[in-house]
């Protein structure tokens, strides 16, 4: 803050603070407001006086397993539904109210979401008188025989007091009681009744140890803090007949005398670095009904200020602020001490924090939202000061406590630095709409009691001698009382102690003279005279002497007085400091019980999520077992079914191999026996062609069921499958010449030492068929090899013609095969007279029962027009098995 030079006396630096090393916690308090309806879910239960717990309604499952998650918070102490207003201040305001009668400062502010009882807490209602009401009752009525008459002590504007002499304090008051719209007396004021019997007369009380030596006076300030702006609710506004004034929603207001909007104030920072509010109105009262008139006042003001600014009272923080100034009487014990240093003022905040609720909660919008919004930022603000300062003082950090941020904590923060005691008072709404918010006020509760203020000084005292006011009345008592019994003037005689005085003269003699020549009247009074005058002389002298006598006993008696004093003194400054060693160790003996108690409870607490963790590892172990022994079930299960379905399937396999086995041999058989018929008609067209006539043999047919041959698996690869040919199937002519041939000999084949070797001309050689090949020519012949019956190789022709496709590729379409074998003379001979009864082992036929001549003729003979093994087969290897 920048300050403008002037010339005057420099600013003495600040007074240091006297360092304290004891701190105590921030003393929160709980209280619980009752239901609104019988039926209504209540989510807190109070365990005990120092403990609360949360349940989650009904609506709001916060575990994983679906049950109910309940919390346990603790604080200083826990006020239940019965708990009375009177039970409430006597734990928890009343040492703050002490604490300022002696000089120390302190810090009350309610805690908690819209609708939980804080106004009511602070402020009460008739007959049940809140915090703030019985605060100042408790005041006056400790500092009621020993207040200052008005305007003795007077406001500097730089939150500092001031004393005037008693003529200025006379010329104040005379200028109050010439004002007609202030009464003259409290007696004649006519009572609000919204405040008329806020506390009844039994439930009066007083602090203890008030300094009679001292003389007091109140004054009281309210303001309030909306939006981060600061108003000061009792400040008079001049009246501007001919300006017009205007409401929040910027039109005209009916007349200039219904509201005038205030003017926000500014913080600034005294000479002892304590903040305050610059021009904010003091008024200084006199009894408990003045001062909560003046309340009363400034809520009214604020009640009119929310329906013109259309803005509700839960937006804005209100705070009530008590300065009590005390200075000591001079030495005589009859006025005020015209000292400035010897001036102590303390002062005692009572705050009603805006509500601590989700701005989606308000359903607010346009400025609600925002105000919303800004209150949300202070208590926000109040929150990261807490954590900050409970971060230095657990972890040792020096991090900056952003005090600044709002207008609530830069007003406050002296208070965190040491400079009172800090309680707060959490007040909860049981219903169960605000578990969330709750919830979100006791995490910030139970985080505030773990920050620690200093403790505050005791300020030093005047150093005059103690029970001046005592003295001083006494001896004003003593004087009414001899004034009394001496009596005053009564038909114009002389007081009683001027006649005894007068008596112990001599007598005048007689004054009348007889004429012109009486010489012996005036001689004769003149000597009388004298007389008197030398024995008044005489007293004069004796009473000097007596006084001087008396004076120097009561000197005496005053040294030996002022010495016991003194000692006295010394006696009692050595009491008091065992006192406070006493007190300290009482304190840290409290401390330590507490702690103590703080960490059994948290071991308590520890043990019960303990056994709870224990529980769910029990159970989630028990699920695991009987999981994993499921789980082993099932695999055995599983395998068994493998097991069965390998089974199955291996059953299912046998049995399709033996049926495709069949139809195999079945389809190998019906070829043979086609091929064996086109063998014999191409034997006997050969011999009609060659010899003219052909000898008409009936061959005999073998039978079907004893003379199967098994399928023998071919060597070489299967020829080419084929596709649809674009033409009608048709025999060519063997003789016609000059086709061109596409020779497909497998890499695979044998080369036999045969005399007869296959050779075609004018042929294009492959191992393996392809379009470029089958392109160029029109026939195509695989040279193909196998192991015959007899365990000779075999070598077989098979011939097709190549044909176009519909889409453009090649086909192949075989018309012919060729055989070329070698056979031993032995085995051939012995094969041929074996008869086609014999079967294998398996009642199937041997392999070459069917092989001579004779049987091959007979089963040609017998091939029927017509049959599906005709000339268009396309290749030589097994049938494409169908699918069952």
Same mark, same amino acid.
């Given at each position: 803050?920048?300050?403008?030079?002037?010339?005057?006396?420099?600013?003495?630096?600040?007074?240091? @603070?006297?360092?304290?090393?004891?701190?105590?916690?921030?003393?929160?308090?709980?209280?619980?407001?009752?239901?609104?309806?019988?039926?209504?879910?209540?989510?807190?239960?109070?365990?005990?006086?120092?403990?609360?717990?949360?349940?989650?309604?009904?609506?709001?499952?916060?575990?994983?397993?679906?049950?109910?998650?309940?919390?346990?918070?603790?604080?200083?102490?826990? $006020?239940?539904?019965?708990?009375?207003?009177?039970?409430?201040?006597?734990?928890?305001?009343?040492?703050?109210?002490?604490?300022?009668?002696?000089?120390?400062?302190?810090?009350? $502010?309610?805690?908690?979401?819209?609708?939980?009882?804080?106004?009511?807490?602070?402020?009460?209602?008739?007959?049940?008188?809140?915090?703030?009401?019985?605060?100042?009752?408790?005041?006056?009525?400790?500092?009621?025989?020993?207040?200052?008459?008005?305007?003795?002590?007077?406001?500097?504007?730089?939150?500092?007091?001031?004393?005037?002499?008693?003529?200025?304090?006379?010329?104040?008051?005379?200028?109050?009681?010439?004002?007609?719209?202030?009464?003259?007396?409290?007696?004649?004021?006519?009572?609000?009744?919204?405040?008329?019997?806020?506390?009844?007369?039994?439930?009066?009380?007083?602090?203890?140890?008030? #300094?009679?030596?001292?003389?007091?006076?109140?004054?009281?300030?309210?303001?309030?803090?909306?939006?981060?702006?600061?108003?000061?609710?009792?400040?008079?506004?001049?009246?501007?007949?001919?300006?017009?004034?205007?409401?929040?929603?910027?039109?005209?207001? *009916?007349?200039?005398?219904?509201?005038?909007?205030?003017?926000?104030?500014?913080?600034?920072?005294?000479?002892?670095?304590?903040?305050?509010?610059?021009?904010?109105?003091?008024?200084?009262?006199?009894?408990?009904?003045?001062?909560?008139?003046?309340?009363?006042?400034?809520?009214?003001?604020?009640?009119?200020?929310?329906?013109?600014?259309?803005?509700?009272?839960?937006?804005?923080?209100?705070? $009530?602020?008590?300065?009590?100034?005390?200075?000591?009487?001079?030495?005589?014990?009859?006025?005020?001490?015209?000292?400035?240093?010897?001036?102590?003022?303390?002062?005692?905040?009572?705050?009603?924090?805006?509500?601590?609720?989700?701005?989606?909660?308000? *359903?607010?919008?346009?400025?609600?939202?925002?105000? =919303?919004?800004?209150?949300?930022?202070?208590?926000?603000?109040?929150?990261?000061?807490?954590?900050?300062?409970?971060?230095?003082?657990?972890?040792?950090?020096? @991090?900056?406590?952003?005090?600044?941020?709002?207008?609530?904590?830069?007003?406050?923060?002296?208070?965190? #630095?040491?400079?009172?005691?800090?309680?707060?008072?959490?007040?909860?709404?049981?219903?169960?709409?605000?578990?969330?918010?709750?919830?979100?006020?006791?995490?910030?509760?139970?985080?505030?009691?773990?920050?620690?203020?200093? *403790?505050?000084?005791?300020?030093?005292?005047?150093?005059?001698?103690?029970?001046?006011?005592?003295?001083?009345?006494?001896?004003?008592?003593?004087?009414?009382?001899?004034?009394?019994?001496?009596?005053?003037?009564?038909?114009?005689?002389?007081?009683?102690?001027?006649?005894?005085?007068?008596?112990?003269?001599?007598?005048?003699?007689?004054?009348?003279?007889?004429?012109?020549? #009486?010489?012996?009247?005036?001689?004769?009074?003149?000597? =009388?005279?004298?007389?008197?005058?030398?024995?008044?002389?005489?007293?004069?002298?004796?009473?000097?002497?007596?006084?001087?006598?008396? @004076?120097?006993?009561?000197?005496?008696?005053?040294?030996?007085?002022?010495?016991?004093?003194?000692?006295?003194?010394?006696?009692?400054?050595?009491?008091?400091?065992?006192?406070?060693?006493?007190?300290?160790?009482?304190?840290?003996?409290?401390?330590?019980?507490?702690?103590? @108690?703080?960490?059994?409870?948290?071991? #308590?607490?520890?043990?019960?999520?303990?056994?709870?963790?224990?529980?769910?590892?029990?159970?989630?172990?028990?699920?695991?077992?009987?999981?994993?022994? /499921?789980?082993?079930?099932?695999?055995?299960?599983?395998? /068994?079914?493998?097991?069965?379905?390998?089974?199955?399937?291996?059953?299912?396999?046998?049995?399709?191999?033996?049926?495709?086995?069949?139809?195999?041999?079945?389809?190998?058989?019906?070829?043979?026996?086609?091929?064996?018929?086109?063998?014999?008609?191409?034997?006997?067209?050969?011999?009609?062609?060659?010899?003219?006539?052909?000898?008409?043999?009936?061959?005999?047919?073998?039978? *079907?069921?004893?003379?199967?041959?098994?399928?023998?698996?071919?060597?070489?690869?299967?020829?080419?499958?084929?596709?649809?040919?674009?033409?009608?199937?048709?025999?060519?002519?063997?003789?016609?010449?000059?086709?061109?041939?596409?020779?497909?000999?497998?890499?695979?084949?044998?080369?036999?030492?045969?005399?007869?070797?296959?050779?075609?001309?004018?042929?294009?050689?492959?191992?393996?068929?392809?379009?470029?090949?089958?392109?160029?020519?029109?026939?195509?012949?695989?040279?193909?090899?196998?192991? =015959?019956?007899?365990?000779?190789?075999?070598?077989?022709?098979?011939?097709?013609?190549?044909?176009?496709?519909?889409?453009?590729?090649?086909?192949?379409?075989?018309?012919?095969?060729?055989?070329?074998?070698?056979?031993?003379?032995?085995?051939?001979?012995?094969?041929?007279?074996? /008869?086609?009864?014999?079967?294998?082992?398996?009642?199937?036929?041997?392999?070459?029962?069917?092989?001579?001549?004779?049987?091959?003729?007979?089963?040609?003979?017998?091939?029927?027009?017509?049959?599906?093994?005709?000339?268009?087969?396309?290749?030589?290897?097994?049938?494409?098995?169908?699918?069952?």
């Amino acid at each position: 803050m920048i300050r403008q030079a002037k010339g005057k006396t420099p600013r003495r630096p600040p007074p240091k @603070k006297t360092s304290n090393n004891q701190k105590d916690p921030v003393g929160v308090y709980c209280r619980v407001r009752p239901l609104g309806a019988d039926d209504e879910e209540c989510c807190i239960e109070v365990i005990s006086n120092t403990t609360i717990q949360l349940h989650a309604p009904d609506g709001l499952k916060a575990n994983r397993n679906g049950e109910y998650k309940e919390t346990q918070y603790s604080f200083k102490k826990v $006020f239940g539904i019965k708990t009375t207003q009177k039970e409430l201040f006597e734990d928890v305001a009343k040492p703050l109210v002490e604490d300022l009668i002696h000089c120390k400062n302190g810090l009350l $502010f309610t805690y908690g979401v819209t609708g939980s009882g804080k106004t009511h807490t602070m402020t009460g209602s008739p007959g049940q008188g809140g915090l703030l009401p019985r605060s100042l009752d408790m005041i006056f009525n400790s500092i009621g025989p020993y207040q200052a008459k008005r305007y003795v002590f007077k406001p500097d504007d730089k939150n500092g007091m001031e004393v005037q002499n008693q003529v200025d304090a006379l010329l104040d008051r005379q200028k109050r009681d010439s004002q007609s719209a202030v009464p003259k007396t409290p007696n004649t004021r006519r009572i609000d009744p919204e405040f008329a019997d806020m506390i009844s007369p039994e439930d009066a009380c007083r602090a203890d140890g008030v #300094d009679e030596d001292s003389s007091y006076s109140v004054f009281v300030s309210y303001i309030e803090i909306y939006n981060n702006y600061i108003y000061d609710l009792l400040e008079e506004t001049p009246f501007d007949p001919i300006k017009p004034k205007w409401n929040g929603a910027g039109t005209p207001l *009916r007349n200039n005398t219904e509201f005038i909007p205030p003017q926000s104030k500014i913080l600034r920072e005294d000479q002892n670095h304590n903040m305050y509010v610059a021009g904010c109105t003091e008024v200084e009262v006199k009894s408990t009904e003045e001062a909560f008139e003046v309340f009363w006042r400034g809520q009214k003001k604020r009640r009119i200020a929310n329906t013109q600014l259309n803005r509700e009272s839960s937006r804005s923080h209100s705070v $009530f602020i008590v300065k009590l100034a005390q200075a000591p009487l001079d030495a005589d014990g009859d006025n005020v001490l015209q000292d400035k240093n010897q001036v102590n003022v303390s002062q005692l905040c009572l705050v009603d924090l805006a509500g601590s609720e989700r701005t989606s909660r308000t *359903r607010a919008e346009g400025s609600r939202l925002r105000e =919303a919004g800004n209150i949300n930022q202070s208590l926000m603000t109040l929150r990261t000061c807490i954590e900050v300062l409970r971060e230095n003082q657990m972890c040792g950090t020096n @991090k900056m406590v952003p005090y600044r941020d709002s207008k609530v904590t830069h007003l406050f923060k002296n208070y965190f #630095d040491g400079e009172g005691k800090v309680r707060m008072v959490v007040c909860v709404n049981p219903k169960a709409d605000d578990y969330e918010e709750t919830l979100l006020v006791m995490r910030f509760a139970e985080m505030t009691q773990e920050v620690e203020v200093a *403790r505050p000084v005791d300020r030093p005292i005047c150093g005059y001698t103690a029970g001046r006011r005592q003295r001083n009345q006494a001896f004003k008592d003593e004087l009414t009382r001899r004034l009394e019994e001496r009596g005053g003037p009564v038909d114009g005689e002389f007081p009683t102690v001027l006649n005894q005085l007068l008596q112990s003269f001599p007598p005048l003699p007689p004054c009348e003279v007889s004429g012109p020549n #009486d010489d012996v009247t005036l001689p004769r009074l003149i000597e =009388a005279l004298e007389k008197r005058h030398r024995v008044r002389q005489m007293m004069i002298e004796e009473y000097n002497k007596t006084a001087n006598m008396l @004076k120097s006993v009561l000197q005496e008696q005053d040294s030996n007085i002022l010495s016991k004093e003194n000692f006295i003194h010394e006696q009692r400054g050595k009491l008091g400091e065992k006192d406070k060693m006493i007190q300290n160790q009482k304190n840290e003996i409290d401390r330590l019980e507490k702690k103590s @108690k703080m960490l059994e409870y948290k071991i #308590d607490i520890l043990q019960k999520t303990t056994n709870i963790y224990e529980e769910d590892k029990r159970s989630l172990q028990h699920e695991l077992e009987s999981r994993e022994q /499921r789980l082993q079930r099932e695999m055995s299960e599983k395998r /068994r079914m493998e097991s069965r379905m390998q089974g199955i399937v291996t059953d299912a396999k046998l049995k399709w191999e033996k049926e495709c086995e069949r139809r195999v041999n079945a389809k190998q058989l019906e070829m043979q026996n086609k091929l064996w018929v086109k063998d014999e008609k191409l034997k006997q067209l050969k011999a009609i062609v060659t010899e003219g006539k052909t000898e008409n043999r009936q061959p005999q047919r073998p039978s *079907r069921e004893k003379d199967k041959v098994p399928p023998k698996r071919s060597a070489s690869p299967s020829p080419v499958p084929t596709g649809p040919a674009v033409r009608p199937l048709h025999r060519r002519s063997h003789s016609a010449g000059g086709e061109r041939w596409v020779d497909h000999t497998p890499s695979t084949n044998v080369d036999l030492d045969t005399v007869l070797q296959p050779n075609i001309p004018n042929a294009i050689k492959v191992n393996a068929p392809n379009e470029k090949a089958l392109s160029k020519c029109d026939k195509y012949v695989l040279t193909h090899q196998e192991v =015959a019956s007899d365990g000779e190789i075999q070598t077989k022709l098979i011939k097709g013609e190549v044909f176009r496709t519909r889409g453009g590729g090649q086909a192949v379409q075989f018309t012919d095969i060729e055989t070329l074998k070698q056979e031993n003379p032995v085995v051939a001979s012995s094969s041929r007279k074996r /008869r086609s009864s014999e079967s294998g082992p398996d009642g199937e036929p041997m392999e070459g029962d069917w092989t001579d001549v004779e049987t091959r003729c007979s089963v040609a003979l017998e091939m029927r027009a017509g049959s599906n093994l005709g000339p268009g087969y396309q290749h030589h290897g097994y049938t494409k098995r169908r699918k069952p």
